[in-house]
């Protein structure tokens, strides 16, 4: 199916591994030139690689996107090496910061678990859109998660992606009259080597959490 993106160029974030790679090797696939942030130098080296055997140009930034200045960065030598911007996808999260109690939590932990979820999405977006104004349109989306929806996890986790659900409606709404399209996608137990959910299932393959699931399996990031 052609979805109109060929010579689009796309930012990806959290792109070494799991949702973040399948995500920016299907926009390849659908003829973007992708830029990748993440930490990982090495992982994300391997994923340039996989968009170029499709095609396509790729652009790995390895990058904390925690730091000040780094969203300014990734967006400005996208901009540059492509010339154009037309999709952003925020994918970089993570519940480290904050995986306790809430009596337990502090207020450095909601300022980590805040920095690594929300605050890029909200900069990487918002430094991102002059560059989408100028293609006369495109796409902003925004990876949040289930626990964003109903409980589960713990609560600065559940906090920072309800947040992130809430920024992508207030930029929708706004966006939209400009043909920007602002969307969250909430996942629920995503498998992929060596995400969280590998580890719980080999951990314990009976577990609950596996066995109510009606299809009988976990999705897999392709997915």
């Not at 973007?32 to 968009?51: M, N, Q, T």
């Not at 939590?105 to 859109?129: F, H």
Request: net charge neutral; hydrophobic share 45%; proline share 5%.
């Amino acid at each position: 199916m052609d979805l109109g993106l060929t010579g689009h160029a796309a930012i990806v974030t959290g792109a070494s591994r799991g949702i973040g790679r399948a995500i920016a090797l299907a926009l390849a696939s659908a003829g973007c030139d992708v830029a990748i942030a993440a930490r990982g130098s090495e992982a994300l080296e391997g994923v340039a690689r996989e968009i170029e055997a499709l095609g396509r140009r790729a652009l790995p930034i390895s990058i904390d996107m925690t730091l000040p200045g780094m969203a300014e960065m990734l967006v400005a030598r996208t901009a540059e090496e492509f010339g154009r911007i037309d999709v952003v996808v925020n994918n970089l999260g993570g519940s480290a910061p904050a995986n306790k109690p809430f009596m337990e939590t502090e207020p450095k932990d909601w300022r980590g678990v805040m920095g690594i979820n929300l605050y890029p999405a909200i900069e990487t977006s918002r430094l991102a859109v002059p560059h989408i104004r100028k293609q006369g349109g495109g796409s902003v989306v925004i990876i949040s998660s289930i626990y964003g929806r109903e409980a589960g996890g713990y609560a600065g986790y559940n906090v920072a992606k309800s947040a992130m659900n809430s920024l992508a409606k207030s930029m929708a709404r706004e966006l939209a009259p400009e043909g920007i399209r602002v969307n969250a996608i909430a996942p629920g137990s995503i498998m992929f080597p060596g995400g969280t959910w590998e580890k719980r299932q080999q951990a314990d393959p009976g577990a609950t959490a596996f066995t109510r699931i009606p299809s009988g399996a976990n999705s897999r990031a392709m997915d």
